[in-house]
């Protein structure tokens, strides 16, 4: 009997969760080993159907760097990496949308055998993502700005979410491959975090999700920072603390905050159930992410609604 009372504890304790975000949008990047584990991709795609039938609008964006990273590596192909962007020619542009939409239709399926309706999309459907190539510029040794041409890597021009509404209207689930197509013809490879901030963006979503393989922002013992007000995460950036791949996921959340997302999060993609523990509970499982500003109003919307504020430490 007390294992029954525990369980009905724990759903009462997502009560006022469910309450606040029904009808709210959440968009969630699935990558890393959270997309390599059957078990964990499992568990994703239960998550993402249960936040379908409480109410809210998941939406569905992923990478597939590992396996973009496998098949050129198969076709004699080498992979080159500046700031956590992968070097895109032709050869690897075309091997990197093949892996893609293989990946869209997995994860497609793996949510319909759970009971969600699901559509596959990339960017280039319904003009999603209008792209256009990335500027990259770096600083060398002596701190010099140098411009670096980084191939088919794509920035996001312009998201039109007539199509997400359309798909959310008639209660399917969204799940979109960062491909998008420039004004000149091009077919642009998109950092999946940067594709997710932008479209969460255009939909100001309640929540922008990434899912990695790390536990989230650290300081530099390498210890788990909570919360992170977005200034600081440029501080950290500037000092050299976040690097490599960790750029474009804190970059891509205060991009996402500026845009009218209310609140930004990185979740360590290898704990089970990571997405219902960051909506459903006070929590949660990596770094949350936020702005001074929208931390205020979103205490007061907390005051009001009885969630119960969020935990200084994990």
Not at 42 to 62: I, K, Q, R, S, W
Not at 253 to 271: P, S
Not at 278 to 287: I, K, N, P
Request: one cysteine or more; glycine letters at 10%; a positive charge.
């Amino acid at each position: 009997m007390k294992n029954l009372i525990e369980r009905a504890d724990t759903l009462i304790e997502a009560l006022p969760y469910i309450r606040r975000f029904r009808g709210k949008t959440m968009v969630i990047k699935l990558g890393g080993h959270a997309m390599q584990s059957e078990e964990l991709r499992a568990a994703f795609a239960e998550d993402v159907v249960l936040l379908d039938l409480v109410g809210m609008n998941p939406v569905v964006v992923h990478g597939g760097g590992p396996q973009i990273t496998e098949l050129i590596g198969r076709l004699g192909l080498k992979s080159r990496f500046v700031r956590g962007m992968r070097v895109t020619d032709a050869a690897t542009m075309e091997a990197a949308e093949m892996v893609l939409q293989r990946i869209n239709k997995d994860i497609v399926s793996l949510i319909s055998r759970h009971g969600g309706r699901a559509v596959g999309l990339s960017g280039k459907d319904g003009d999603l993502i209008v792209s256009r190539k990335m500027r990259m510029v770096v600083k060398d040794a002596e701190g010099k700005r140098n411009r670096v041409d980084i191939g088919l890597v794509g920035d996001v021009a312009q998201v039109n979410p007539d199509v997400i509404r359309t798909l959310e209207a008639a209660n399917f689930i969204p799940v979109i491959a960062p491909t998008g197509v420039g004004r000149d013809g091009l077919t642009y490879n998109i950092n999946a975090d940067v594709a997710a901030g932008k479209i969460a963006a255009a939909l100001k979503a309640e929540k922008l999700i990434l899912l990695s393989d790390v536990e989230g922002v650290q300081d530099r013992d390498g210890r788990l920072i909570p919360t992170i007000d977005a200034a600081d995460v440029r501080r950290l950036i500037a000092r050299g603390t976040i690097q490599d791949g960790m750029i474009p996921k804190v970059e891509c959340c205060v991009d996402a905050l500026q845009g009218g997302v209310a609140k930004t999060h990185i979740l360590d993609g290898r704990v089970r159930h990571a997405v219902l523990l960051e909506v459903f509970t006070r929590s949660g499982v990596g770094t949350e992410v936020v702005q001074r500003r929208a931390k205020v109003a979103d205490l007061k919307r907390a005051a009001e609604q009885q969630p119960g504020p969020r935990p200084a430490a994990r």
